[in-house]
């Protein structure tokens, strides 16, 4: 356990120091869980627990900071838009954190570290202690990794500046795997995953969440801004902070900004009068807005991409520079303004005292717009091509100028340049101009030459209301898949007019278009939405009906509880089931009363969906009556009781289940084994031990896999003693257990363990020695990609992958031949996490095998080792006459995240692009995942070399580049084709 005493100055300074500024620590932001996996190995389960099954992946809502903690136990990766809130959750959490060490509560000591600041891990935990004068060594920081006395809250993987320090940060990250880690990143393709499993995305407030926080920002101005704003709330302000400045522009202005650039622009030009400064000169005054935009122009044009953080001395000297010929004394006013700047507005000090940064991302892109703007009419095309609209870090810059530029001409010069880059970036800043020059922007998307479903995702990215009429046309396109990017697309935009067509959806007779609808009114989430999807509950189709209900828990809009909770009536299960957990989403006062009284309902299945639905809300009334629902008559109830306790995973249900470990029917007894091991409190070993002795062996099976969670050496002598159980089930659970704790003392007893005569322990055995991770264990699980039983040589290829052990090379290829599909495609999947060069030219030929599973981890397997012959094997599976091939090829390249390969990877995009053209739509996504992670869009641009006046010399066309005008893009000359990066023209 930490010593609290040493670290005592250091928790009270981060309860003094860290402040939240614009979310409330309660708002619930919604999260998506990307991928879980299963926490029990179903063996033997009763008829009960057959009733629900357990779903590989599925969707959670959690308030920003319950989602965190309920996965946090792991590595967490927490990914969001810029402003949504994801340093703050991170800071939120280590006050909290801070707070619970120094009353004892907890023995972790949290950590928060900036990876913008450019330093190894060890020297940023270093410099976190040291700033608070606690010096501790390389060593002693080591020691606390080792003893599990940190929790690492990392902040930025996105803004790593070096492949170098990412690489580092990957092995720092293996190295201490069982240390609880949460990272945060701006966008899961930029830096990549770090191949973190748990993966948290942050999502726009919906229009309840907005409605709140303004009305509990502004009490008197908040329900006349929400009365001018009415739909178009989350067209600006998806993000806390964006909400943030709508507030405080409104509370001084009483004006609504047309778009987000004149957001900033208003926010910026009141900032004084926001914050109430009066203390700086009138010349700062009268020069501050420029000098702040020309810094972070600066900032931007980093020659390593966008630099967030500057050294405090280099900043000095861009502001002289600025300020030569200009002020009196530029010397002296640039240092005493920077320091004004920095005391006053929106620069501050980075965690690094020697660095300054901006006080978030969005401002400095704003302010780099602003300069930007002010230089547009002197940049030629090839250099705006080149510079800019080809730099993915200066694509929101460049969105938010268009939305401030008055002129038009300029605006859809910058457009036409943009389309001619990329497709996509093109099509997201025709929707970005002003509204009265979008007539044309997005006439230019729809005259693309392009198939009609990449025309009508273009369309959707622009979020025009231009764009509503064509798409209202392609929800009849006789192509389905046309028709549901069309819908998705009208969500997207999210105007009246997308609404409009929307309703009219609802009474189309296809019942696959009206679900279409019903999905894409999910995504406007207005309340006039909200009372479409209350009607389209009663949908005559069951499928509608269930995406209803999943539309209205994406909104959580209290506005539908009385409607669900008629639904909680249905005579279809998956419906009253999703019902139940939408109420349990919403968790208004109101849906968690109507749940609770539905526990006393005379139908079974709506007193189990109750239940379900009450173990998504994680407070003291839904625990309380759960705990009640314990004393129900009915064991199916009971069950249902348990299992929600479980989910919620609260201290406050501990006697209660425990208590429950006594009950007459064993699948009750179970489940509470089970729900305790979920609530993980030392203080319940014991009873879990005794559980063990339970005359039923799935009771005693949940009572190991319990201890299993918990992974306390406590357990080991237990958990030993029932491998010799005469039930398999027990044999197996307790096997897995052990692996739980990894406790190098019971490699020895597992090894044993392996001569079991029944698989299933075997098995079991095979996946603990793979969780341990020992070299001493390599050699028994290679003999057992031998064993006669297919799942014993299944879990043995997962573990050898696990270990991603070199030497295992040579023992799993030959699996990819086995005889069991199951072994062959975990044996391809091993051999990727290998990453073994050895392993290519097998992997290749799996590609073509007649097994789905199969080719399609042989396509993850190569992208994962990243050699150039892998690169190309999987760009030819892009030509595959199998959709599966091709779907798994795609995906693999977008996953490729070797830096040495990125040029490599880069040279592919016009081809991906032709692909699309060619009515692929499977390389869609690779080339928007390659893109991220090469920070630009168009391979042949990025290799152009500028001719030394091209800054000045608008006659420089980017004509000469593409032998071909703009105008030769769209359909009306059908000579020239596009691919995305580049127009060729052809030849008749």
């Known amino acids: 356990m930490a010593d609290t ?213 502004l009490p008197v101005q908040g329900a006349d801004l929400l009365k001018q704003l009415q739909d178009r709330l989350r067209d600006l302000c998806e993000t806390p902070l964006l909400l943030k400045l709508l507030c405080d522009v409104f509370a001084e202005t009483q004006q609504i900004p047309s778009n987000q650039g004149e957001l900033f622009r208003r926010f910026d030009q009141d900032y004084a009068r926001f914050k109430r400064i009066e203390s700086i000169s009138a010349e700062l005054q009268r020069w501050k807005t420029e000098l702040l935009q020309y810094l972070a ?151 693309l030459d392009v198939p009609e479903w990449l025309k009508i995702e273009l369309l959707g990215r622009t979020r025009s209301e231009q764009a509503v009429s064509y798409l209202a046309q392609a929800l009849n396109h006789e192509a389905t898949s046309v028709r549901g990017k069309a819908a998705k697309a009208l969500g997207r935009i999210a105007s009246p007019e997308a609404l409009a067509v929307l309703i009219q959806v609802l009474s189309y007779d296809n019942w696959c278009v009206r679900e279409n609808g019903v ?75 109507a749940l609770i009284q539905a526990l006393n309902n005379k139908n079974r299945y709506v007193q189990m969906s109750a239940t379900e639905g009450l173990g998504q809300i994680a407070s003291p009334q839904a625990v309380e009556a759960l705990i009640q629902a314990l004393t129900d008559k009915d064991s199916v109830v009971q069950w249902f009781a348990v299992n929600a306790l479980g989910e919620i995973a609260s201290p406050q249900a501990i006697p209660a289940l425990i208590q429950a470990l006594n009950n007459g029917e064993s699948d009750v007894r179970s489940s509470a084994a089970e729900a305790l091991g979920k609530i993980a409190s030392p203080q319940i070993i014991p009873v879990l031990i005794q559980a063990l002795n339970d005359e039923d062996s799935d009771v005693q099976s949940r009572a190991a896999w319990a201890l299993g969670q918990i992974a306390s050496p406590q357990a080991i ?89 070199p030497q295992a090379v040579e023992a799993l290829i030959p699996a990819l031949n086995d005889e069991d599909s199951s072994v062959r495609w975990r044996a391809a999947s091993a051999l990727g996490q290998i990453a073994s060069p050895q392993a290519i030219e097998a992997l290749i030929l799996a590609l073509n095998h007649k097994d789905f599973p199969v080719q399609r981890s042989a396509a993850e397997a190569l992208g994962k080792i990243g050699f150039p012959q892998a690169i190309e094997a999987l760009i030819q599976s892009l030509n595959h006459k199998d959709f599966s091939i091709r779907t798994n090829a795609a995906k693999a390249l977008s996953q490729i995240a ?30 928007s995942a390659i893109q991220e992670r090469c920070r630009f869009y168009n391979y042949e641009i990025e290799q152009m070399v500028l001719p030394a006046n091209s800054a000045t010399d608008r006659a420089a066309s980017v004509i000469n580049i593409y032998d071909g005008k703009f105008g030769d893009i769209v359909a009306g000359d059908k000579s020239v084709k596009i691919e995305g990066n580049y127009i060729e023209k052809q030849e008749n």
């Open 5 to 217: 005493g040493l670290f005592r100055a250091y928790l009270e300074a981060i309860c003094s120091n860290y402040t939240e500024s614009y979310v409330q620590t309660d708002a619930e932001i919604t999260l998506r869980l990307h991928a879980q996996t299963s926490p029990e190995k179903n063996l033997q389960q009763g008829a009960l627990h057959n009733r629900v099954a357990e779903r590989a992946e599925k969707v959670e809502r959690w308030p920003v900071l319950d989602g965190i903690y309920k996965y946090a136990s792991d590595h967490v990766l927490l990914s969001g838009k810029p402003g949504s809130g994801k340093s703050t959750a991170l800071r939120q959490l280590l006050c909290q954190e801070a707070r619970r060490a120094l009353r004892g509560v907890v023995s972790t000591i949290p950590v928060l570290v900036e990876l913008r600041a450019g330093k190894p891990m060890m020297d940023a935990i270093q410099e976190v202690f040291r700033r608070q004068r606690l010096k501790l060594s390389h060593e002693q920081i080591d020691e606390l990794l080792w003893d599990g006395q940190l929790l690492l809250l990392i902040d930025g993987v996105n803004e790593i500046v070096s492949d170098h320090l990412l690489l580092q940060l990957e092995e720092f990250r293996a190295n201490n795997a069982s240390i609880p880690m949460i990272f945060t990143t701006r966008d899961l393709g930029v830096r990549g995953d770090l191949g973190i499993r748990k993966k948290l995305e942050m999502q726009p407030l919906t229009p309840p969440q907005m409605r709140e926080f303004v009305l509990a920002y």
């Open 519 to 593: 999905k894409a009114l999910g995504q406007i989430a207005s309340p006039q939405a909200v009372e479409i999807l209350i009607y389209a509950l009663t949908d005559e189709n069951r499928n509608v009906q269930i995406s209803a209900v999943d539309a209205i828990g994406q909104i959580a809009s209290p506005q539908a509880v009385e409607a669900l909770i008629q639904t909680l009536n249905s005579e279809d299960s998956s419906i009253r089931g999703k019902a139940a957990k939408t109420l349990g989403q919403i968790a208004s006062p109101q849906a968690v009363e």
């Open 717 to 805: 002598p237990a958990l030993i003693q029932a491998l010799n159980d005469e039930d398999w089930p027990v044999r197996s659970s307790a096997a897995e257990a052990l692996g739980k704790i990894a406790s190098p003392q019971i490699i020895p007893v597992l090894i044993q363990a392996l001569n079991d005569e029944d698989s299933f322990v075997r098995s079991s055995v095979v996946e603990s020695l793979g969780e341990i991770a020992s070299p001493q264990t390599i050699s028994v699980l290679i003999q057992a990609l031998n064993d006669e039983d297919s799942s014993v040589r299944r879990s043995a290829a997962e573990a050898l992958g696990q270990i991603a052990a």
């Open 898 to 927: 070797a830096p040495q390969l990125l040029a490599q990877l880069a040279q592919l995009l016009a081809q991906l692009w032709q692909l699309c053209r060619s009515g692929n739509q499977e390389a869609f996504d690779a080339i």
């Open 297 to 447: 122009f600066r900032m931007m044009q980093d020659t390593t991409g966008i630099r967030l953080q500057m050294d405090w001395t280099a900043a000095e000297v861009i502001l002289e520079e600025w300020l030569q010929g200009r002020v009196d004394a530029p010397a002296d006013k640039a240092k005493r303004w920077l320091e004004d700047l920095l005391e006053h507005h929106l620069l501050q000090v980075a965690a690094d005292p020697m660095q300054i940064e901006f006080h978030h991302q969005l401002f400095q892109e704003y302010y780099a717009a602003e300069y930007l703007l002010r230089q547009l009419d002197k940049l030629d095309d090839l250099t705006l091509q080149k510079r800019y609209l080809n730099s993915l870090d200066w694509t929101e810059s460049l969105a938010l100028m268009l939305g401030i530029l008055d002129n038009e001409a300029e605006a859809l010069r910058v457009v036409k340049l943009a389309l001619e880059v990329d497709l996509m970036l093109g099509a997201r800043l025709a929707g970005e101009v002003k509204l009265p020059f979008q007539q044309q922007t997005i006439r230019w998307v729809i005259e």
